[in-house]
């Protein structure tokens, strides 16, 4: 049974730094891996769509890396801002499934 | 862009009652989910559908029941709240017409039962 986790739970840094949030998985055979944004009391955001055949994706301060063979993904985040405080939830679908197998969520908090 | 609308932002409800909440997408996906998040229990599913009149039991169903009459309306229904069921719940939608797209969510409706 896929297992999504995520570590740390939560993270706090200085404005400005980059930094590197974690998802890792047990079973390797995935469709595609996804990053998401949580604000508070809101919905998700769809941040980075990884498929199963890429090895990374970006968009402007974000890259998100995939490593099937080690069950991992991370989001890099550049530059931090204290917009960017939030929570980032990774998910994974595996093959012939509808589902998403989702992480708990790492909570950012960017300090101005 | 892509819009899900789910129709009440806050709900307060009483045990016993039947709770409809709605979910609506404007760009033709075939897939819609319901999800509850819960606080150190993440995301869960509660059921999709694949397409029109289609539904599938998620991984906790128990309790709730959909609709899915129209492709673009996907509804919920606690048959008759309890207290447990005070959530917040998630309403997505993607496009079934390929492997790696992703889903889109509304922005919640956070449910009390009283």
């Known amino acids: 049974k896929q297992e999504v986790t995520q570590i740390p739970a939560a993270l706090s840094v200085p404005e400005g730094e980059n930094l590197v949030l974690n998802c890792s998985f047990t079973?390797?055979?995935?469709?595609?891996l996804q990053w998401f944004r949580q604000d508070p009391g809101k919905g998700l955001t769809s941040l980075l769509l990884?498929?199963?055949s890429q090895r990374e994706q970006t968009s402007g301060r974000l890259n998100a890396s995939l490593d099937k063979s080690s069950g991992r993904s991370t989001l890099y985040i550049a530059a931090s801002q204290p917009g960017d405080s939030a929570t980032y939830l990774c998910a994974v679908r595996m093959d012939s499934n509808y589902q998403l197998i989702w992480g708990a969520g790492t909570k950012l908090i960017i300090k101005p | 862009d892509v819009k899900v609308t789910q129709s009440s932002r806050y709900l307060v409800k009483r045990t016993g009652e039947k709770v409809f909440l709605e979910c609506v997408q404007d760009m033709d996906h075939e897939n819609m989910f319901w999800y509850r998040q819960d606080p150190g229990l993440g995301l869960r599913l509660i059921y999709f559908s694949y397409d029109v009149k289609m539904k599938e039991k998620g991984d906790i169903p128990e309790g709730y029941s959909v609709s899915r009459e129209k492709k673009e309306r996907f509804s919920l229904i606690l048959e008759s709240a309890s207290t447990n069921q005070t959530s917040m719940y998630l309403c997505a939608s993607r496009w079934g017409g390929g492997t790696y797209q992703p889903q889109h969510f509304g922005d919640g409706t956070r449910l009390s039962i009283l």
């Open positions: 079973d390797s055979a995935i469709y595609n």
């Open positions: 990884i498929q199963s």
